[in-house]
């Protein structure tokens, strides 16, 4: 039997100015729908998009260990990590100038979770207008902005 995926939208956001962050996650099972989001002092973007991620793939693989997840996002951060992984592992998550990678915690993590479970990311426009369709990425934006406007101001 062909299971149907877990549809995962994600976003992740931060104010520069405070380094105060947010994240969220819609997460899609048959016509159940799970809204995850969280907020991380001393932060950045990229982060908060990895941990977005990270969470939900949480939540799904405890209660769909069997079931496959279609991550969509809008960050190039997330979308092109599995063809960044080995080179990654390679250096030991180091630059050439010898410093740790920043959000390396995380990155080993997420690429750690793509050896042990089927996620496919899809690469969605950012901030695209409200449609006739249902617009999830949209939706996971405005849920992340407003985490993030309620937390950290």
């Not at 002092?41 to 769909?64: C, G, P, Q, W």
Request: hydrophobic share 35%.
């Amino acid at each position: 039997m062909l299971l149907s995926p877990v549809i995962i939208y994600t976003d992740g956001s931060c104010n520069t100015q405070t380094c105060c962050g947010a994240w969220a996650a819609i997460i899609i099972v048959g016509e159940q729908k799970t809204i995850l989001h969280g907020t991380e002092k001393d932060t950045t973007h990229n982060r908060m998009e990895l941990l977005a991620v990270l969470k939900s793939i949480d939540f799904a693989v405890s209660r769909y260990p069997e079931i496959p997840l279609e991550i969509y996002t809008d960050s190039q951060y997330v979308t092109n990590l599995p063809e960044r992984a080995e080179k990654l592992l390679g250096s030991r998550f180091i630059t050439k100038k010898g410093n740790v990678l920043k959000n390396s915690d995380l990155l080993q993590e997420l690429i750690s979770l793509l050896k042990s479970h089927t996620i496919a990311f899809h690469k969605v426009k950012a901030h695209q207008k409200n449609s006739t369709r249902e617009n999830l990425n949209r939706e996971v934006d405005m849920i992340c902005r407003k985490v993030m406007r309620d937390s950290c101001e």
